[in-house]
């Protein structure tokens, strides 16, 4: 088998002198669906954060797909990126935000079609093409020329999904991406990252939705405080947690 | 009942001259004055407005020094009435005989003669564009401020560097806020060109000086000016509205407003909706 597409060895990452992260290690393999669970201010987010830079880490190692994040390493020394290239790899990243983080001023097309023609450099109807595609995928063929303001939650975040997607990525970031929606609005977008985990795609969602978690999910992770409390199958880990915080969690939220 | 008593005051007043007002109306001095106006104000804002997003971008830098630079920038020229600068940048002959242009402590590229480069079109547009960018720039800073960051990081987290960002995520956005006051800062500059009247320039308000110095009709030839000077805002409120109304789109979800609709205060709040 391959190399792992990520790899994490004690990573570190301290806000101030809060230690969010306290040494997490962690493999997710090509095509695997890694689903992160645990309390709010465990550190979910923030190692998701940590896998495109948008935040840096203290020490320990993290890479994707056999490269280091944010970091050259060259005669034992790491060498920090230039921004070019620390965009350049966020590039392969997509991301989905707990608030969705559309583009208010542009229309659903123009949110899918931005970065392929302005960072990949597609050509305006090659990039019109596939996002009409992708937005019918998610179905929002409708949608096309609707600005995110008039569109739902759930619309939006379906939006936000496609125009990752449009960059092609190698591996998909979710942060809590049904957290902010009503609940009759979920099922669509969990619909969508279904279909998209089906598809092969590697995926690592921090959620709360441990019904999707356990039907979804190849393997899932339970953080608290910083650390990996327990690692393994959904089955073994929801239906049969050997730790006490996993087990006091998910008596919580079920 | 006030109000109708002071326009009749005001019309049948033999002291402000109406018919003096009319005749200079249109006096090509007049005219000229009004062009040359216009001109000071759309050379001087733009100077201000440039000034204004560099010295905004600047404050917002990581490095201290670029960041302080700005602040001093922004504490000087707001800190000094600018009448003050427009009569320094108009005297700096005094203080600089020529102005080289090279490198640093080694050979001057280019030699010139402060008298023949500081001409009062020069000093004008240096006093007032200098100026309004330290005023611009709080504009533009706060505008940038607007825009939430969870923007900026989907932005980047699709491969755009910190200028596509910028330039195509985050300044947009922050055109909503910073239209109304520029809108403002257009008006103020309108009328502030009258300062330059004290370097001998020939704005309006210096054309119609030149006049009633030597007919001293000075109130009705002062209507005059402000006639003209009513005219221009009107003509820059009409600009405000399609601009506001072109960059704050995806904003509101209500259909957009038309003119009538707004001076008839029918629309509803315009602004605000819940973008997350």
Not at chain 1, 45 to 50: E, I, K, N, Q
Not at chain 1, 181 to 188: C, S
Not at chain 2, 189 to 195: A, G, H, I, P, Y
Request: aromatic share 8%.
């Amino acid at each position: 088998m391959s190399e792992p597409m990520i790899k994490a060895e004690a990573v570190h990452k301290r806000f101030g002198r809060l230690e969010v992260l306290k040494g997490i290690d962690l493999e997710v393999e090509r095509g695997e669906v890694m689903c992160l669970l645990g309390p709010s201010g465990s550190g979910k987010s923030t190692f998701l954060r940590c896998i495109n830079h948008l935040e840096k880490i203290n020490s320990g190692r993290l890479s994707v797909d056999g490269e280091l994040v944010g970091y050259r390493e060259s005669g034992g020394k790491l060498h920090e990126l230039h921004e070019r290239d620390v965009a350049r790899k966020r590039a392969e990243i997509g991301m989905v935000f707990q608030h969705f983080n559309l583009f208010p001023h542009m229309t659903a097309l123009e949110n899918v079609t931005l970065a392929p023609t302005r960072v990949l450099g597609a050509s305006r109807r090659e990039a019109r093409d596939r996002a009409t595609d992708l937005l019918a995928r998610v179905g929002l063929a409708d949608k096309l020329s609707t600005y995110p303001v008039a569109l739902s939650g759930g619309q939006q975040q379906r939006v936000a999904i496609a125009r990752a997607l449009a960059m092609q990525p190698k591996l998909m970031l979710f942060d809590e991406p049904t957290s902010a929606l009503d609940p009759e609005l979920v099922g669509d977008v969990l619909d969508a990252m279904r279909r998209l985990a089906h598809d092969g795609m590697t995926m690592i969602v921090v959620t709360h939705e441990v019904g999707f978690a356990r039907e979804v999910g190849d393997t899932v992770v339970f953080m608290d405080a910083g650390v990996v409390v327990e690692t393994g199958k959904p089955a073994d880990v929801l239906g049969n947690p050997q730790h006490e915080r996993t087990r006091a969690f998910l008596t919580n939220v079920l | 009942m006030i109000a109708a008593s002071i326009i009749r005051a005001i019309v049948t007043n033999k002291n402000f001259q109406w018919h003096v007002v009319g005749t200079y109306l249109f006096d090509s001095r007049i005219t000229h004055g009004v062009l040359v106006t216009i001109e000071l104000t759309v050379l001087s804002m733009l100077i201000g407005v440039l000034l204004g997003v560099i010295l905004a971008i600047m404050r917002r830098s990581p490095n201290p020094v670029v960041s302080g630079a700005s602040w001093l920038y922004i504490y000087f020229f707001r800190g000094t009435p600018l009448l003050v600068q427009i009569l320094f940048w108009y005297s700096i002959a005094a203080l600089f005989k020529t102005i080289d242009l090279g490198i640093p402590f080694g050979p001057a590229l280019v030699h010139l003669n402060s008298n023949t480069v500081i001409t009062p079109l020069v000093a004008a547009l240096l006093g007032l564009g200098l100026n309004e960018g330290a005023y611009m720039a709080e504009i533009v800073r706060a505008g940038l401020l607007s825009v939430d960051e969870g923007q900026s990081e989907a932005a980047a987290s699709l491969g755009m560097g910190r200028l596509q960002v910028l330039r195509l995520i985050v300044l947009p956005q922050a055109m909503r806020v910073i239209i109304p006051p520029t809108g403002n800062e257009t008006i103020s500059m309108l009328k502030n060109t009258s300062l330059v009247s004290v370097i001998a320039y020939t704005e309006l308000l210096y054309s119609v000086q030149q006049i009633y110095s030597v007919s001293f009709q000075t109130i009705p030839l002062l209507i005059v000016a402000s006639i003209w000077y009513l005219a221009m805002t009107s003509v820059l409120y009409v600009g405000q509205f399609f601009i506001e109304r072109r960059f704050g789109r995806g904003f509101s979800r209500a259909e957009q407003m038309t003119m009538r609709a707004r001076w008839l205060g029918m629309g509803r709040g315009g602004a605000g909706g819940g973008v997350g």
